[in-house]
């Protein structure tokens, strides 16, 4: 059962060839059997699941449910919930249950979705190996010696275990597209703005964008019909209908224009990941499509400015996190500075306190004009080359990260190094675009990503070009050595 | 550009996040790292460029001014670490 897609489950669920309660009672067995080697949930939630499950069969045998009614999945930590812990995986949060759900939450539970738990991640989404999670490190199913990329780590290591059929994730430079590279899965990052921010634990708020893990392009775009929504509660959130996005995975690739960055194939990519990405452009000019070649040429600065600009929205963001409201207080504070100072550094990790000081620094007094202010600007430039690109071709593609996935402490020591994991998913953060990352190959018996660019609110192409990838080759099918 | 102790002690307090002097250097040394390779950015002609803060290049939207929530004080302060008679409690900042 737990080899069945998401688009199987729907049809399965309907058909009646087995209950909500019997998928969601098997996923959470296979949990309680297996999550002990991976460590991807941090909240497993069975006796809620049940719940949702016996309410969705109900809902189901009336006939009249909504598409996804009865499909469990998991939700990345960083989604508030209602009467479940929402850690963000931080010491900070450890004791946090929110009063409110987040807005994509809701739509699953309006959808009669069932959540089988919270999945782990790096500390408020700040790293790229799942190696910040207070609640200890995320193991890649595929190389138990090996990091599941980050920040959305649990959310890959649960879907690529068969621990849950799918999972939802955020991406604020890469935590989506290269956990799913890293995991051999499907990743989606909408278009900023698509799916809405509200209770999705703020990291870079003119960054982060919610979305999904999933095994195939099908199943990315069942689950986004249900996630993304215009929501007045979030004031970035873009008034613009939401198609179905199933509705287009079939259509034909003859005559698309693939744009092929040469920026992107560059030093330090690992030959052997080009390799698999130049063969899997030979299938989509195999499938009709014409590849052209062009040049983002602001790309390596699309680090630097992250590294600006996502500190300085971090430093901001997290400076709610006082110990007075909600969340770690420490013992017995002797005056106000006391309890700030020693709640923040007992609660945050190593990572987000290196992030919220470059970030105070980026802000402060004689500083601003010469990082944050110059980092904006550089990002205008870097959001016009994608514009510019979008006047020839309909989607660009490339690697989503250097190499396959890396060891534990290969690059924990070295922030720069780990930075660096995200030098092909940064940019599309930063100018705001959706971005897909879906398996094309094997580099040393470990899954390699690849990724693409759509232009703003291509969602539906940008499924449909993977889709058809996806038709023609078995990448996505491939499973990891020991899941069954 | 590199930080030494000092900036670190300075940029600590504006985070409201203590930094022990055992670990001061290396903080520092991390910081510098990070601030070596946003340095790049200095380099790059932007005259003329304008800063973006949205990628769509959005305003803030604008509702009529009507309530619209309810009052949930109890609700949110059933997390509060220290809460008495609807207030939340800290260490006594008013001889």
Not at chain 1, 110 to 115: A, C, E, K, L, W
Not at chain 1, 199 to 207: C, K, N, Q, V
Not at chain 2, 70 to 82: D, V, W
Request: with cysteine; glycine share 6%.
């Amino acid at each position: 059962m737990h080899q069945l897609t998401i688009a199987e489950l729907v049809k399965g669920l309907r058909n009646k060839d087995f209950s909500s309660v019997e998928v969601t009672q098997h996923y959470l067995d296979r949990i309680d059997r297996l999550d002990k080697v991976y460590n991807s949930y941090i909240t497993p939630t069975p006796a809620l699941a049940l719940a949702q499950a016996a309410a969705a069969d109900k809902r189901l045998a009336t006939g009249n449910a909504p598409a996804l009614c009865g499909v469990p999945i998991a939700h990345k930590d960083i989604f508030c919930t209602i009467g479940v812990r929402t850690s963000c995986a931080s010491k900070m949060l450890d004791n946090f249950i929110a009063p409110y759900n987040a807005t994509i939450v809701d739509n699953y539970l309006d959808s009669g979705v069932v959540m089988l738990g919270k999945t782990n991640m790096d500390e408020f989404a700040m790293g790229s190996s799942n190696e910040t999670s207070y609640y200890g490190p995320v193991k890649n199913p595929w190389a138990t010696d090996c990091v599941p990329g980050g920040s959305s780590g649990g959310s890959a290591a649960a879907v690529a275990a068969h621990l849950a059929p799918a999972a939802t994730a955020s991406d604020t430079g890469g935590s989506i597209r290269q956990p799913a590279a890293h995991c051999g899965l499907t990743g989606i990052k909408p278009t900023y703005g698509r799916v809405s921010r509200w209770g999705m634990i703020a990291f870079a708020s003119s960054l982060d964008q919610a979305g999904i893990l999933s095994r195939t392009a099908e199943d990315a775009a069942i689950l986004l019909n249900d996630m993304a929504s215009y929501d007045t509660k979030d004031s970035t959130s873009v008034e613009r209908d939401v198609p179905d996005y199933t509705a287009t995975l079939n259509d034909s690739l003859k005559g698309l224009r693939i744009g092929v960055p040469k920026e992107y194939f560059g030093e330090g990519l690992n030959p052997q990941t080009a390799a698999h990405v130049e063969a899997a452009i030979k299938v989509y000019e195999s499938l009709g499509a014409t590849v052209h070649s062009i040049s983002l040429p602001h790309t390596n600065l699309s680090v630097p400015a992250y590294y600006v600009i996502a500190p300085a929205e971090c430093s901001a963001n997290l400076s709610r996190l006082d110990g007075v409201r909600y969340g770690h207080r420490c013992e017995n504070p002797k005056d106000l500075n006391d309890l700030y100072m020693r709640s923040r550094s007992e609660g945050f990790g190593d990572e987000v306190k290196r992030r919220i000081l470059v970030g105070a620094y980026a802000l402060s007094a004689g500083y601003y004009d010469a990082y944050y202010s110059k980092a904006q600007k550089v990002r205008r430039l870097i959001k016009q080359d994608f514009v510019d690109a979008f006047q020839n071709v309909d989607v660009i593609i490339g690697p989503t990260s250097p190499s396959p996935a890396f060891k534990f402490g290969a690059k924990s020591k070295d922030p720069v190094s780990m930075y660096l994991e995200d030098i092909y998913t940064i940019a599309t953060n930063l100018a705001g675009l959706p971005g897909l990352s879906i398996p094309c190959g094997l580099v040393d018996s470990k899954p390699v990503g690849l990724q693409l660019i759509g232009n703003f609110f291509a969602e539906a192409q940008l499924l449909n070009v993977a889709h058809q990838f996806q038709q023609a080759t078995n990448f996505h099918q491939q499973t990891a050595p020991g899941i069954e | 550009m590199a930080v030494d102790r000092s900036d670190i002690a300075k940029l600590a307090n504006l985070a409201r996040i203590a930094i022990s002097d055992d670990a001061a250097d290396v903080v520092a040394n991390r910081i510098s790292t990070v601030l070596a390779l946003v340095d790049q950015l200095q380099a790059v002609n932007t005259d003329g460029v304008l800063p973006m803060a949205h990628p769509l290049d959005a305003v803030q939207r604008l509702r009529a001014d009507v309530v619209t929530e309810p009052n949930q004080r109890e609700l949110f302060q059933s997390i509060a670490p220290a809460v008495q008679d609807g207030l939340y409690l800290v260490p006594q900042v008013i001889d």
